[in-house]
């Protein structure tokens, strides 16, 4: 299960390919997006599939614990929640809550480019806002959020979010031109060896991939915009064995 800033979308998984067993669900997030409303949107998606097994869920927030302690794109109520033990309560399943981002980035690695499980790899996921996840030799660095770093004046979010294509009518090529800006500060910082592009706008990569240039192999991610219901998925599984 997948809680974003504009959709809150779920499928069962099959752990032995990466491929989703059937259809994914999506709900529109509630305005505002309160802890509440989000859950009972992740009923009805979870009802959708007759689902009674254990359940993972992202959130846009940096989770510890199953604790969420910041909130990007959903209500401020959430920050200081412990989700995974109201999620366990309310849908009366075991649940595993994690970031996002950290989820599209364990099941690239694991079902996506061969290469990712080498050396520094970034991924990013341009969607409502800049998610990241870090991985080093194929382990998670967790929580990272560097769409909210300090960039051009404001949060790297503000200025090269997938969004911005959509919400301000704006031509890709102009939006590929700000991100590259912010690889390319990325490159500074990190030198990552592969940059993972992920979210919504992945599924148009070969429109912007020649105005990215960066020292890093930039591409897109594998499974798309699916790429944080598997993570999902993968957590719950790993939660459920130990």
Do not use: C
């Not at 302690?69 to 849908?91: C, E, F, P, Q, V």
């Not at 996506?112 to 996921?125: F, I």
Request: without cysteine; glycine residues 12%.
């Amino acid at each position: 299960m997948d809680i974003g800033g504009s959709g809150i979308k779920g499928a069962p998984v099959d752990l032995s390919t990466g491929e989703l067993t059937s259809g994914r669900h999506r709900v529109a997030t509630p305005k505002p997006a309160t802890p509440d409303a989000a859950i009972d949107a992740v009923r009805m998606v979870v009802d959708h599939h007759g689902w009674d097994r254990p359940l993972g869920v992202t959130v846009p927030g940096v989770v510890i614990g199953g604790v969420v302690l910041t909130a990007a794109n959903i209500d401020s109520a959430w920050i200081g929640l412990d989700a995974k033990s109201l999620m366990t309560d309310r849908l009366e399943l075991p649940v595993t809550v994690l970031n996002d981002a950290d989820a599209a980035g364990i099941a690239e690695v694991r079902f996506g480019d061969h290469d990712a499980s080498h050396g520094v790899v970034l991924l990013l996921t341009f969607g409502t806002g800049i998610g990241s996840a870090l991985i080093n030799n194929g382990v998670l660095v967790p929580n990272t959020e560097f769409g909210h770093l300090e960039f051009k004046g404001g949060m790297a979010e503000e200025y090269a979010a997938g969004r911005l294509v959509k919400r301000d009518n704006m031509e890709i090529g102009w939006w590929a031109e700000r991100v590259n800006h912010f690889l390319q500060h990325m490159d500074l910082i990190l030198s990552p060896r592969i940059v993972i592009v992920g979210g919504g706008v992945s599924k148009r990569f070969e429109e912007f991939r020649d105005q990215l240039n960066t020292r890093a192999i930039v591409v897109p991610a594998r499974l798309r915009n699916n790429a944080g219901i598997v993570g999902a998925a993968m957590a719950a599984a790993t939660e459920e064995l130990t």
